[in-house]
């Protein structure tokens, strides 16, 4: 239920894109949090794709997928991260669900012969998706990021909405522009006319913002503070220093230098609710950060790069930041080095690069591009015992790869590239085929958390186990009447390791550690380690599910003999 004085704080961009929005709203979540505050983030994405499932990630990023199944935008993953909380589908808005229930509710007649307009039809859906999130959440703040920038066309409904909660309860409802201040270089000075302009310009949408997060290269000195709260109308307090740093995580530490939880709280008439440092646990991690100990050369082979003239790794965001988490539990930092699938498979690049690495990953993925390039890279590390983790796509391809040339299956393959593969290691499940050629394509997806159970004696079994900080989520399980335990874990996928070719895999050495409550579907494959050092692949996606402290115990592991084995 919503609570009583339940609070909105929406936080918008002004200026341009990418300046780190979703960091702030998640640092500004983790300090509320600190102050003893619980916090509902909510992500509005102004498109109008009813969800994140059908984009290529090389537009808008990673999917980062939910407990639920629900694939949203990759800021919903900064959210979980930074709060150490498992959001839910209700905390996710997109303008396609907003305009879809509303059409959908015309044609039904539920707005009984009314002419039904932008505003406030579609103004009042979004409210109702808000409040929903709050009162499903139960929290006592929640903290609503709306995507694209002031001035976007796409976006004023919501900034609409918004002002219109305002004006109902002033008092409960604050606003937050983060803006960028540039130093342009032939000039060398930090300009405040953009943030004026963005400001301006929400201004005329009726709203005047609270408090002012400028982004820049360096702090903002005195003068710079003077002049926005001038120009913006906010006194200078309410003006946040927000310099680039070396790690994400330090924004929450960095804005409390500028006490941001204590104007928020002021401004919203609370009190904070904590007297210790509520951020203790998190200085303590940055700082195994910012000074690690050591490092390991991870190499990640993807194909999600290419943005015009510019390289992003945006796509592999999770995997990105599960390294990060583990690294710093081991006190190391993990050198990360994005090699092309697609470069590897023409031989532009040579697998033989391989081996100045510690260890390799290979993440997730659809489609035949670069396929090959993948499967030499996982048939290199497994015969030159390279520690390899593969996620999801790279273990079906683990899978395949060690059925073409261990079992000698030439033409083994997944039925995702090649439908008539004589050999199906990977194919789609009976139900799911039914799904597909009735055109379901989202239908015939596994989406969100699924239970496994993990096979004693393994490398995973003992990861898991051994791993006090992670919180599996695990329930007791009794497979043949043996108590045991279940881990839950998040999946993307539509294909699944073949059962008619588990038993021949398993002869020739594979071990299935993770599996399925009913023992159909193989959700870990390993190598033991007197073959191999580590040669493990997951069809879950771990690092949904890594936090900053509680890092993923596969990633984990994966790290710690990179380490070991050393460069
Ligand atoms: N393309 C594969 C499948 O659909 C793997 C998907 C993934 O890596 N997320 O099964």
Redesign the pocket.
């Known amino acids: 239920m919503k609570k009583k004085n339940h609070k909105y704080i929406f936080v918008i961009g002004g200026v341009m894109s990418g300046v780190g929005k979703g960091v702030a709203v998640s640092a500004i979540g983790k300090i509320l949090q600190a102050k003893g505050f619980s916090v509902n983030p909510v992500k509005v994405d102004p498109y109008l794709n009813v969800d994140a499932g059908t984009m290529n990630p090389t537009e808008h990023g990673e999917v980062f997928v939910l407990d639920s199944g629900m694939e949203c935008d990759q800021d919903m993953g900064n959210y979980e991260r930074f709060m150490e909380v498992n959001l839910g589908s209700e905390d996710y808005i997109t303008s396609g669900m907003v305009y879809k229930q509303v059409i959908e509710k015309e044609r039904a007649l539920g707005y009984k012969g009314k002419c039904v307009e932008a505003i406030p039809h579609i103004t009042d859906e979004i409210r109702r998706r808000i409040e929903r999130a709050a009162e499903v959440s139960g929290s006592d703040v929640s903290l609503v990021e709306i995507g694209g920038t002031v001035g976007d066309y796409q976006n004023i409904m919501f900034i609409e909405a918004a002002r219109g909660m305002k004006l109902k309860n002033p008092g409960d409802v604050l606003f937050i522009i983060v803006t960028y201040l540039p130093i342009p270089n032939k000039i060398g000075e930090m300009k405040t006319k953009p943030t004026q302009n963005a400001v301006r310009q929400l201004n005329s949408y009726g709203v005047q913002p609270d408090i002012i997060i400028a982004r820049s290269e360096v702090a903002l000195d005195a003068k710079r503070k003077e002049k926005i709260a001038i120009w913006c109308n906010v006194p200078a307090e309410a003006v946040v220093s927000a310099p680039d740093i070396e790690s994400i995580y330090e924004v929450p530490l960095n804005f409390e230098r500028d006490n941001i939880g204590a104007l928020i709280l002021e401004r919203l008439g609370l009190k904070s609710r904590v007297r210790k440092d509520g951020l203790a646990k998190w200085r303590n991690f940055v700082a195994r950060v910012k000074n690690p100990k050591g490092e390991a050369k991870v190499a990640i082979v993807g194909k999600y790069f290419d943005s015009g003239d510019f390289v992003l790794s945006d796509a592999y965001i999770s995997v990105i930041e599960a390294i990060k988490h583990s690294a710093a539990k081991l006190g190391i930092k993990a050198n990360l080095t994005w090699l092309n699938a697609k470069k590897l498979e023409t031989g532009e690049e040579k697998v033989e690069t391989l081996k100045n690495y510690a260890g390799v990953i290979v993440?997730?993925?659809?489609?035949e591009s670069g396929i090959e390039g993948k499967l030499a890279v996982i048939k290199y590390c497994r015969e030159n015992k390279i520690p390899f983790l593969g996620?999801?796509?790279?273990m079906?391809l683990m899978c395949v790869e060690f059925a073409r040339n261990v079992l000698g299956l030439k033409d083994a393959n997944?039925t995702?590239i090649n439908p008539e593969a004589p050999h199906k290691i990977?194919d789609i499940m009976p139900d799911q085929k039914k799904k597909l050629a009735e055109g379901n394509y989202g239908g015939s997806?596994r989406l969100g958390a699924y239970p496994a159970q993990l096979i004693p004696g393994t490398i995973a079994h003992r990861a898991y186990s051994n791993s006090l900080d992670y919180k599996l989520e695990v329930k007791s399980y009794l497979p043949d009447g043996k108590a045991s335990k279940l881990i839950s874990e998040r999946h993307?996928?539509?294909?699944?390791v073949n059962p008619e070719y588990v038993e021949e895999l398993k002869k020739n050495g594979l071990v299935f550690s993770g599996k399925s409550p009913d023992n159909k579907l193989m959700e870990i494959a390993e190598l033991p380690r007197r073959v191999h050092p580590f040669f493990l692949g997951t069809q879950f996606?771990p690092e949904f599910k890594s936090r900053p402290l509680a890092p993923h115990p596969l990633f984990t592991e994966f790290l710690k003999v990179c380490v070991k084995l050393g460069k």
């Open positions: 993440p997730g993925g659809f489609g996620l999801c796509y790279g079906q997944t995702e990977i997806m993307r996928h539509r294909y699944e996606h």
